[in-house]
């Protein structure tokens, strides 16, 4: 019912920029929170940044000051601007979209398909 399409990731060299970017569509009457995880080899899933249909931002203290999410509300988009990339960094990162459904189809988490960031020289 909602389909989630991420673009962007790679590899990238230490202190290197990514940009990430994740579309949603489908019957969607409104979207709430949008954001990113992430999740590395043997880790679990942790919450990056998030930003809210008002645009209050929040981000994991790793990555403050490097890292901006933002997103354009008429394109349904949310985005992941990463600066100062490290090693540690290297993850799968996905999209997250908190919506509500048309045609009273209730609330809705939907998740991307991930996108693959490797930082490394």
């Known amino acids: 019912q909602v389909q989630l399409v991420e673009f962007g990731g790679g590899l990238v060299q230490p202190g290197g920029s990514l940009s990430l970017s994740c579309a949603a569509s489908?019957?969607?009457?409104?979207?709430?929170?949008m954001g990113w995880y992430r999740q590395a080899p043997g880790k679990e899933r942790e919450l990056v940044a998030s930003i809210t249909n008002g645009g209050s931002t929040n981000y994991a203290d790793s990555v403050k000051g490097r890292f901006t999410i933002s997103r354009d509300n008429a394109k349904n988009t949310v985005y992941l601007q990463m600066n100062g990339l490290k090693a540690e960094d290297t993850a799968i990162y996905y999209c997250?979209?908190?919506?509500?459904?048309?045609?009273?189809?209730?609330?809705?988490?939907?998740w991307g398909q991930g996108t693959q960031v490797t930082v490394s020289s």
């Open positions: 489908g019957k969607i009457f409104s979207i709430n929170a």
């Open positions: 997250n979209v908190d919506s509500v459904l048309s045609y009273g189809g209730g609330r809705l988490r939907s």
